[in-house]
């Protein structure tokens, strides 16, 4: 199986603080990759280190042969031409119609006519349902319909790699089940290489071929959905089964509760 | 010890900050020129500039008015009030059009180009647009940078235009200062490449001050409604703060001697 | 907002700000006189120049024909020597004219008066750079008064 894209010992760093401590990690070609973890353990930040808006410390990152920390800027604005990112918010420009949305990268990059933009622009808001709302701002959609927008966008330009960060975050079961049913759909019909990053567990091992599990800097857990069902690691069980104490503390690392009670100020 | 560390710190994330600032003017200014930014300039010539017009139009008209009023009630004890038509002119063409129009610029449209980049970043509109392959400095900053940098040097003239004719109304029609003394003693003393020309050369700079104030102060901001509110109150202090000391330098450069 | 309305209400911004610039060009500032215009020069020592400026104005009969260039000192006799930059319009002055120090106003800023001569002959005009001979320098507040005071002794 061939990568698209490959995250080779990668260490990470905010400040002080690590995010990641050499981790590797592939996402094979055409398929749906999951990457999953807690909140603020560094999934969005992945997906940055992947499109080039952050450089890692030390480690690599390859993505079609090419490595994306050592590329030129130039180079990297062309790459980025066949990923896209469909950000947690959404990032709907909030000055435009969904439809300019749509629009907005076949205009920036490709020399279309209007007419031309105008049909493919309807076929990607068809693809999504969202073709009666070509007129509508973002601020008039609700929050999974401004996500099923910003895909429209995320796949104007038929890219090879999407990456969406939480798409199913703060979604209602049914908004939730489209977007289930509109990642799958799209990754079959045009042959996407995706990567789904999120912590809802029943949703993404239902469209991914490969999971990721992250905690504490580090991969704890990799395979196929059924093998990370059958995972002997205590703490992939908690995260999988949603436990709140276990491996992974319920507590912050804090000192002996008794004694700060009875520490005088 | 503690307190040299502070120093030095202090002294790194200035001067970090205003690396950050020079290149991002010079990420904006000296991106290549594109066709598809003109309409975005022309856009945002309409948020900072015409939708300014009305604060500028009010306040510049009071301005005027009460510096008839308080220059008459000192001139006509000399029996000079002839001199208030110069006095009002050159007040505002060197003074307090350019500034004046300067400090409601920040407060108008400094502060929202602030809040509206810092809000694009906290919704990750920057970072999509990066994603796309498309340079927020261009795309984003670039037309604000301009649109200021234009329309701000217009307001001002429009500002000491309305200032000087509020001063007629005030001056001439009112407490009754021969009109033709009135225009013909300030034609007489007043010069076009030294005043009118100083004060646009001056509200030039102001605008260029108080547009990358703003842009940088938003694009730098903390992406949080706190981090925007205080980038917000930023720009409105610093940029002021900016434009009255470097019009003290300007004015001791273009009016200083003699 | 729709894109086209956009571009008329700027370019109405637009116009509105050539026009204020055009008024302050045509109406605030006079243009006329050495603003555009080329210039010649003349010279004059005054004993006295009281509180004469650099740019102060000179006026013929009220009319502003140029303004004062420089003023320095006369390195032999110590009287100040005035530069007068005057439009190349007015360039007949006969050499017999006189410029005084006079003050608009009791307490208003003082300007040169410059008073034309006869014309004595045809070609006897001032020529650039050169001297006006009769000169005369500005009343000073402080001499008047001990003047005035001087002579009402002496009666
Ligand atoms: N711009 C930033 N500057 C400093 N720290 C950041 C920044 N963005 C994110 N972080 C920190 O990095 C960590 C990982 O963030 P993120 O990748 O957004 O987590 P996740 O997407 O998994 O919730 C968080 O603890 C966050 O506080
Ligand atoms: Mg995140």
Redesign the pocket.
Known sequence: MEDLVSVNNLTFS??QRV?YQDISLRLAKGKTTAIM?P????????LKLIGGQLRPDSGDIVFKGESIPKMRRSRLFEVRRHMSMLFQSGALFTDMTVFDNVAFPLREHTRLSEELIRLLVLMKLQAVGLRGAADMLPSELSGGMARRAALARAIALDPELIMY??PFAGQDPISMGVLVKLIKELNNALNLTSVV?THDVTEVMSIADYVYILADKKIIGEGTPEQIRAHESPMVQQFLLGRADGPVPFHFPAQNLEQQLLERR | MEWFARLGRSTLEISAGLGRAAYLLVGALFAKPQLKNIPLTIKQIYVVGVQSLLIIVVSGAFIGMVMALQGYTVLVDYGAEESLGPMVALSLLRELGPVVTALLFAGRAGSALTAEIGLMKATEQLSSLEMMAVDPLRRVIAPRLWAGIIAMPMLAVIFSAVGILGGQAVGVDWLGVDAGSYWSVMQASVEFEKDVGNGIIKSLVFAFIVTWIAVYKGYDSIPTSEGISKATTETVVYSSLAVLGVDFVLTALMFGTH | MNSRKVEVLVGMFVALAAAALIMLALKVADRGISGNGETYVLKAKFDNIGGLKVRSPIKVGGVVVGRVGSISLDEDDFSPVVTLVIGKEFDKFPSTSSVSILTSGLLGEQYIGLQPGFMLEDDDILKPGQFIEDTKSALVLEDLIGQFLFSRGND
């Open positions: 905010r400040g995010i973890g909140s603020g353990i560094g999934k969005t930040t992945l960060d939480e990053v």
